[in-house]
């Protein structure tokens, strides 16, 4: 069965610096996808980013960059210049490629970006 | 384009009864996923509808029941409620079965 793993319940940072929020997962398969989801207090689960586990090139998308370490089943999200927009509860997610649409997700992370 | 809507808001039931939650797909969007969100965890996945036909489900009783419909919208059904069935219950559409899935505001779901 897979699983994920994010060791971080709580995360601070302070405006305009960067944070990195970790994301461990377990899996056999070789045909997977991983996202980043936040959901901020509004409670709408928004897609952050995604990465197809085939493509070597980590994903990016503006502030939000992940390192993705097929071997060691890391998947990190970074955020640069961080805003106080970004304060919200952080998911890391994972979906088996050969078994349709079911996304496993991780506890959580709980990140406060302080001005 | 018409992102994921769910009613109601929110609900307030009692142990034993019926209800139903409703969902309606962002356009061009075929598949509608459904989730249970317990206070301070992750999403849990409960199935999912691939044109109108289940694609998946995970590990939850039978009284957890869904529909998809022609325009693929969705309804979640739950029978025989339980107090810890009081969660956040969200729905997301996606283009297809694998695509990215893009949540609605959830319902929260309250049984006394």
């Known amino acids: 069965a897979q699983t994920v793993t994010q060791s971080q319940p709580e995360m601070s940072v302070q405006e305009a610096e960067t944070v990195t929020l970790s994301c461990t997962y377990d899996t056999s398969e070789n045909n997977y996808y991983l996202f980043w989801y936040k959901q901020p207090p509004s409670r709408q689960m928004i897609l952050v980013i995604r990465q197809e586990a085939y493509k070597q090139q980590n994903a990016t998308e503006n502030r939000f960059s992940v390192n993705f370490q097929k071997a060691a089943k890391s998947f990190s999200l970074k955020i640069s210049d961080s805003q106080l927009g970004d304060t919200a509860m952080y998911f890391c997610?994972?979906?088996?490629?050969?078994?349709?649409?079911?996304?496993?997700f991780g506890q959580g992370t709980e990140l406060s970006v302080k001005p | 384009e018409t992102g994921v809507t769910q009613s109601p808001t929110h609900l307030i039931k009692t142990r034993g009864q019926q209800v139903t939650l409703r969902c309606s797909s962002q356009?061009?969007?075929?598949?509608v996923s459904w989730y249970q969100q317990a206070l301070g965890q992750g999403p849990q996945f409960i199935f999912q509808?691939?044109?109108?036909?289940?694609?998946g489900r995970g590990n939850f009783p039978p009284r957890f029941s869904g529909l998809q419909f022609p325009n693929y919208s969705s309804e979640l059904n739950v029978n025989a409620l339980e107090l810890d069935d009081s969660a956040l219950y969200l729905c997301?559409?996606?283009?297809?079965?694998?695509?990215?899935?893009?949540f609605g505001d959830g319902t929260r779901l309250s049984i006394l």
């Open positions: 997301a559409s996606s283009l297809d079965s694998q695509g990215p899935q893009h």
């Open positions: 356009s061009g969007h075929n598949t």
């Open positions: 997610a994972f979906m088996n490629g050969n078994q349709g649409g079911k996304l496993i």
């Open positions: 509808y691939y044109r109108e036909e289940e694609n």
